[in-house]
């Protein structure tokens, strides 16, 4: 999507797909956890606040919207941070925020305090966790890359079904100051995990044969050093960046509508308190399970050049499961429909840093993914308490399921219509893109091939010259020759 980009890591570093990147997925496994289940498991705690500071419940649930805003909004910020110091040192300054927020929030005499303490600081704390994790993740996977999505983003059920219990049996041993103060430590494993993010190691220098030829290459034409931009707006030029940003902004109005209603929906039709939790607890195991078998699928040869219409197909899935969610009238249908969201949620959440990292590639991904959230923030505050305001209009709970099932419908249709009709005849109309996806294609042959070129010693290219050129150079050369009408032989490059 978007045209072809050479996924390459910094100064050149090719992704391990393993070794040390278990180490990093398993650091991005508890960030992803942290940063998507702490904002709802705070909301435990909501009660004791309201007879605590005598506000009202909507007064404290801004608690959890200021923490998602700043998880979001605050996206250009770390991106900005990251290019700037690299991932391991902002995770871990972003590690000591998180913690600090919750201790401070154990002594708020206000309502005010515990807006600034869990909302801002918590809250830029996990931001500064989230997205540098996300960016390690990309540079260490490359073929494994969906899977390794799929593992990190099943974090956020995970931690959900374990932070919840966690925060009740706190406020029941500890009161509200104990457990803040409790959560504050546990978020200390951010610090851990920011430590987990080693970079990666640049590539042996090439070997020097009998006549030093290879050095002397390297000194007569020396590469000039990349300048990291701190914000890369060029992203804003690439089609399908654009595409993506659209829907991904129309999808996130209506995504996280459900499992907020869906309890009070249960109530509504007659269900006990705890008989209309056990509905997010089921949709909590079922996406734990759908995110890395998403990944799973998406990592399969014949599915990962199209992934971003799978992304379109769990899109369409999750609205049309919000649609039909909002004709059910008891429990068993609630509890069915909890399944279905279940699956979709975990797909889309699976897939959608997936599809960003295919559009961008590694070297703008810390630029691209900032202002994607950036733009998402602001659909996440409008998208919940439009609903509820709905609700208030009508006072039917089917009208909300309806809206947030089209309003994800629609993105998928513009994710999936934009990439068939715009990037499809872009790509056809510029032969700068087939000849990309041609390096791009013997780039990596050529690594796989690497230790084999070298033992046998470059090959050379045309002998008045004496310039060095390998097999991998000779192929792209032959394609590229192709690609203009000129087929020219692999030996005669």
């Not at 009202?56 to 250009?76: E, N």
């Not at 099943?154 to 009161?175: E, T």
């Amino acid at each position: 999507m978007g045209g072809v980009v050479l996924d390459e890591g910094p100064a050149g570093v090719k992704a391990p797909d393993g070794g040390w990147g278990w180490a990093v997925l398993t650091g991005c496994f508890v960030i992803t956890g942290f940063s998507y289940a702490f904002p709802k498991a705070v909301s435990v705690f909501f009660k004791e606040l309201i007879h605590e500071f005598d506000v009202g419940y909507s007064d404290t649930a801004w608690i959890s919207s200021i923490l998602l805003a700043m998880l979001y909004g605050t996206g250009p910020l770390c991106s900005v941070l990251v290019n700037r110091f690299g991932c391991r040192p902002v995770m871990m300054v972003g590690g000591l925020f998180a913690s600090l927020g919750m201790v401070l929030a154990s002594f708020a005499t206000s309502i005010i305090h515990l807006y600034i303490c869990i909302g801002v600081i918590t809250g830029l704390g996990l931001a500064l966790n989230f997205q540098p994790s996300l960016i390690m993740l990309n540079r260490y996977f490359s073929e494994k890359r969906p899977l390794a999505n799929g593992l990190a983003a099943a974090g956020s059920p995970v931690a959900l079904c374990c932070l919840s219990p966690l925060g009740q049996y706190l406020q029941f041993q500890y009161g509200w100051r104990g457990g803040f103060m409790i959560l504050g430590g546990i978020l200390l494993n951010c610090c851990a995990c920011g430590a987990l993010m080693r970079p990666l190691l640049p590539p042996p220098k090439a070997p020097k044969d009998a006549e030093g030829e290879v050095k002397e290459i390297q000194e007569e034409n020396p590469q000039p050093a990349k300048k990291t931009k701190l914000l890369d707006f060029s992203v804003f030029r690439d089609r399908g960046f654009l595409i993506y940003t659209v829907a991904a902004s129309v999808m996130v109005l209506g995504l996280f509508v459900p499992p907020v209603f869906v309890v009070s929906y249960a109530k509504e039709l007659g269900n006990a308190d705890t008989k209309s939790a056990l509905l997010l607890t089921t949709l909590g195991f079922v996406d734990m399970f759908a995110r890395p078998l998403c990944g799973v699928i998406a990592g399969l040869k014949w599915v990962r050049p199209r992934c971003v219409y799978l992304f379109s197909f769990a899109m369409i899935f999750n609205g049309v499961t919000d649609i039909v969610g909002s004709q059910a009238t008891d429990y068993p249908g609630l509890v069915l429909f909890c399944i279905f969201f279940g699956i979709s949620y975990g797909m889309v959440g699976a897939l959608q840093f997936e599809v960003l990292m295919a559009i961008v590639g590694t070297e703008k991904f810390s630029s691209a993914i900032g202002l994607v959230l950036l733009m998402e923030a602001i659909a996440v505050l409008v998208g919940p308490p439009g609903a509820g305001r709905l609700l208030d209009a009508t006072k039917n709970y089917m009208y909300v399921f309806l809206l947030a099932g089209c309003e994800v419908v629609v993105a998928a249709f513009i994710i999936a219509l934009g990439n068939f009709f715009c990037l499809k005849k872009k790509q056809d109309q510029e032969p700068e893109a087939r000849l990309e996806m041609a390096v791009s294609a013997c780039e990596k042959e050529g690594l796989n091939h690497e230790e084999t070129g070298s033992e046998e010693g470059p090959e050379t290219q045309n002998e008045d010259e004496g310039k060095t050129a390998g097999p991998q150079e000779k192929t792209v050369n032959g394609l590229a020759g192709e690609i203009d009408g000129e087929v020219k032989p692999e030996n005669g490059v």
